[in-house]
């Protein structure tokens, strides 16, 4: 028999954490049943480790048994403590009054031509079909004189000023959208008009003038407008439209009864 110390010792280097005699020891402490009772199965167990027998050991005399009682004490293993993994941390959407809107592109800037006449008691916003101001013999100058025949009015229109084109500048930062051109042509238009004196009634001839002085589209043709700062304004064709469309021409003279009062003078 070996003493107590050295049997540790032994089933120490042998990796064996609990053991049982295959006999009673003398002297020794009874054994405690819950010791003996095996774990509940797990689920997944883990693969059956090969262990070596081990050799029975001698009962110990009396003479060898140490003084105090030796205990039978089983350890029970730990299970190795996993790193807690913290979840990412949650991004906030943004909120619906966050959202950035995409920048609205500006609009090109719209190209015409337009030139101011004056006639008797009427001035007349033309749009130059070929961007050049008028010559005598050209066929759109010739039917804006049987215009004012037809109205009553002077058909050798005075010019005043120089040809409104658009856009102004060729290069630059300025803004010469839509609403600058708008703006701009009213300014020109109440201004020479303001110089000149009193006038009966403005002639909107073609679309751009229509668009840039009058504030309104095609629908409006044949028909009078009030726009603030100018004076009422009579909204006509295109000369080239008038021409390209003779059928026309009787809507406009049937419109051009009601509306020459303004300008006729006894």
């Known amino acids: 028999m070996i003493d107590e110390a050295r049997r540790r010792a032994y089933l120490g280097a042998m ?29 997944t167990p883990a693969p059956a480790r090969r262990v070596e027998p081990v050799a029975p050991v001698p009962a110990a005399t009396p003479a060898e048994r140490p003084s105090a009682r030796a205990k039978v004490q089983v350890a ?17 959407a943004p909120a619906p009054s966050e959202t950035v809107s995409p920048k609205a592109a500006p609009l090109p800037p719209p190209r015409f031509a337009l030139q ?10 033309v749009e130059l079909p070929t961007g050049e101001p008028f010559q005598s013999r050209d066929p759109a100058y010739l ?16 010019l005043i000023g120089e040809p409104v084109r658009w ?9 010469q959208g839509p609403q600058a051109a708008l703006q701009y042509v009213q300014s020109f238009v109440a201004a020479r008009l303001e110089e000149e ?49 003779p059928a026309r021409k009787a809507e406009l ?13 006894e």
Do not use: K
């Not at 003279?253 to 003078?265: F, K, L």
């Open 15 to 43: 990796q064996v954490v609990s053991w049982l005699p295959r006999v009673a020891l003398p002297f020794a402490a009874p054994s405690r049943p819950e010791l003996l009772e095996l774990p509940p199965p797990v689920e």
């Open 76 to 92: 029970v293993p730990r299970p190795a403590p996993t790193a807690r993994v913290e979840p990412p941390p949650a991004v906030a």
């Open 116 to 125: 101011l006449l004056r006639a008797g008691r009427c001035a007349l916003l």
């Open 143 to 158: 039917l804006l004189r049987d215009l004012l025949r037809a109205a009553g009015l002077p058909d050798s229109p005075r």
């Open 167 to 175: 856009p102004l500048l060729r290069r630059g930062n300025l803004d």
């Open 197 to 245: 004196g009193e006038c009966a009634c403005l002639w909107l001839v073609g679309l751009p003038a229509l668009r840039f002085a009058g504030e309104t589209d095609a629908d409006a043709y044949l028909r009078e407008l009030h726009v603030d700062g100018l004076p009422v304004a009579w909204a006509l064709p295109g000369l080239e439209t008038l021409m390209d469309e």
């Open 253 to 265: 003279w049937r419109a051009m009864r009601r509306i020459r009062v303004r300008w006729i003078t």
